[in-house]
């Protein structure tokens, strides 16, 4: 490990593999679902627009074709925003979206922060303020969607030493904030190197299911990204351009799934190059405004976004055609990882104790 890295840790986290009743690979589509706000500028809390929700409508043209239901996870933002979250809420009822929680410290109460850099990870705030916005955050999706979020996913990745901790007690059991093989300390972020690649529960308790981002390395030396944690992250080495080199010769190199920054055929090679890792879980995700162009650096006009729908839909269709892979959701993959999963004594929870209104509660 490259030294000066300080792994993401806890003393209550005792990762429990989730077992599965199928070796068939699922693939899940997860929806960073935010306000509109200039990415090159810093952070703004009165930047809360939500036009581009609607245009959730050109992805569904693809999902539909292949039977996928994504999970949007919502921020507070969105959640407040009645037209938004009642273009949400339609989804979900006709049973086309599940949906969780997302939060962004910046723009969710209490105001009681400085908006900048550091404190955008909300696992960086004081416990209490952290508790405070993510208790905000779930009220305002409850409302929204008429019952409690199960779902939840850190803004920016910002996962902290409490976060977990927080978000089971107010009822969620799954978490997909976690972004293997990667670090985002230079920024003031977490640091998720040596956290595992497949979905684990958090503990043996298995209250809390982590279901992981989709990154990873390929290569002929592919199993070097692991061995050599850090050395994706590490800013001297991008200074002297050694990523770029080691990629450009088919060495080693690290992408995440996702349309943002990945053509399809670099996804496709990911997946490829996981599945002979023996990956069997992949999660897709991307921000609900590169949805409408000029909102993110991925979509600046109606060009781009046709490349981001066809990037989408050709890796769904390798993963359907060529993989032999399913389309599936975060709470499904919880309901069968929590049947498959040998019971610990301390807390045998049982998934159907809780109500599926509406399709699913995600």
């Avoid at 990745?157 to 972004?179: K, N, P």
Wanted: aromatic share 10%; with cysteine.
């Amino acid at each position: 490990m490259v030294a000066g890295y300080r792994p993401i840790t806890h003393p209550d986290w005792r990762p429990v593999p989730a077992q599965r009743s199928s070796g068939r690979p699922i693939l899940l589509v997860v929806v960073d679902t935010e306000e509109e706000f200039d990415w090159s500028r810093p952070f703004d809390r009165d930047a809360v627009g939500t036009a581009s929700i609607p245009a959730q409508d050109h992805a569904h043209a693809v999902f539909d074709k292949y039977g996928i239901v994504p999970t949007y996870v919502l921020d507070h933002a969105v959640a407040r925003s009645a037209p938004a979250a009642a273009y949400l809420r339609r989804l979900v009822d006709a049973g086309r979206a599940h949906f969780g929680t997302h939060c962004h410290p910046w723009v969710t109460p209490p105001f009681e922060d400085e908006v900048n850099d550091y404190n955008s990870f909300h696992g960086n705030l004081r416990p209490e303020l952290e508790a405070a916005k993510l208790e905000a955050s779930t009220d305002a999706v409850a409302q929204a969607f008429g019952q409690r979020p199960l779902i939840f996913k850190a803004g920016r990745y910002g996962v902290g030493a409490g976060t977990l901790g927080v978000i089971q007690r107010l009822g969620y059991r799954i978490d997909c904030s976690f972004v293997p093989a990667t670090s985002f300390e230079r920024v003031h972020g977490p640091n998720f190197l040596g956290t595992s690649m497949h979905p684990f529960f958090m503990n043996e308790s298995r209250e809390l299911l982590e279901v992981p981002l989709t990154v990873g390395y390929g290569g002929r030396a592919w199993w070097a990204g692991q061995r050599f944690a850090g050395l994706w992250d590490n800013p001297l080495l991008q200074r002297v351009r050694v990523q770029s080199v080691l990629s450009r010769l088919g060495v080693l190199w690290r992408a995440r799934l996702s349309p943002e920054g990945f053509d399809a055929d670099t996804q496709i090679r990911l997946m490829e190059a996981l599945y002979a890792q023996g990956v069997r879980v992949f999660s897709l995700t991307y921000h609900s405004p590169s949805l409408a162009p000029g909102h993110t650096p991925y979509v600046r006009n109606d060009q781009d976004l046709q490349e981001f729908l066809r990037r989408i839909d050709r890796v769904c269709a390798h993963f359907r055609d060529r993989l032999g892979g399913e389309f599936s959701t975060l709470t499904d993959l919880w309901r069968d990882a929590l049947a498959a999963t040998p019971v610990s004594p301390a807390a045998p929870l049982q998934p159907e104790a809780l109500s599926p209104q509406r399709g699913t509660i995600a």
